[in-house]
């Protein structure tokens, strides 16, 4: 009797381990199968997010980019339409050729955004491609812009980038709303990274500066996909102020 109750209870409790394993494996099996969608969902989302991602910067690069040459183009051919009027062909014909130079970089500006995802020409390094900015923002706008560049080392490609096109969107807006004569890039290394100032002496703006379209809050953007900072600093009649701050580590 007493091994027929050992072999009894032997038995329930192998039973009972069987039954407690077949049942932890099909809860495993459930979580496996719940992982997995979970992770079906997740991939989902980040393509999701890549392409929400992927349009943004393509808005942002277009305006930066191919709008702010459409502008420009629309101005030179303003001039060039002022100047037939008042019948000074040299001025005219100097206009046209500065149109057809600036139709010529957009187009090619045009093709490496959409063939390669709107690289940008950093030959030289950040100074350099300000300096070019600046000569090819003079000739199109009238607006004089020097560039002060105490910037001996250089950034990572994607920081050049930021700065660039931080310091494009600025000398847009120059144009399109600040009416100044002059303006100003100054690059400096600082601690722990480098600081972009863009000024002008426009009629500057009171209270906070406008967030709408892709303008200021395009920049904020930028710099916040590489823990950048923006600062404006504008008062009525003294023009603005735009600093750029990035926190990066530059590189010999």
Sequence with gaps: MIIEGISVAGSIALGVWMSRIADLSAERKLLFDNLAAAQEQLAALHRESGVTGERERLARDIHDTIAQSLTGLVLLAQRAQRELVTGDLDALSRQLTVLEDTTRETLVETRSLVMAGAPVELGGGIAAALERLAVRF???AGVAVTVHADHPTR???EG?????RCAQEALANVRKHAGALNAQLALATVDGGVRLTIRDDGGGFAGPPPEKGFGI???RDRLALVDGTLSVQSDPG????LIVTLPVQVRA
């Design 138 to 140: 003079t000739r199109e």
């Design 155 to 157: 950034l990572e490609r």
């Design 160 to 164: 050049e980038v930021v700065l660039l």
């Design 217 to 219: 809050s395009g920049m």
């Design 238 to 241: 003294k023009g603005t102020t």
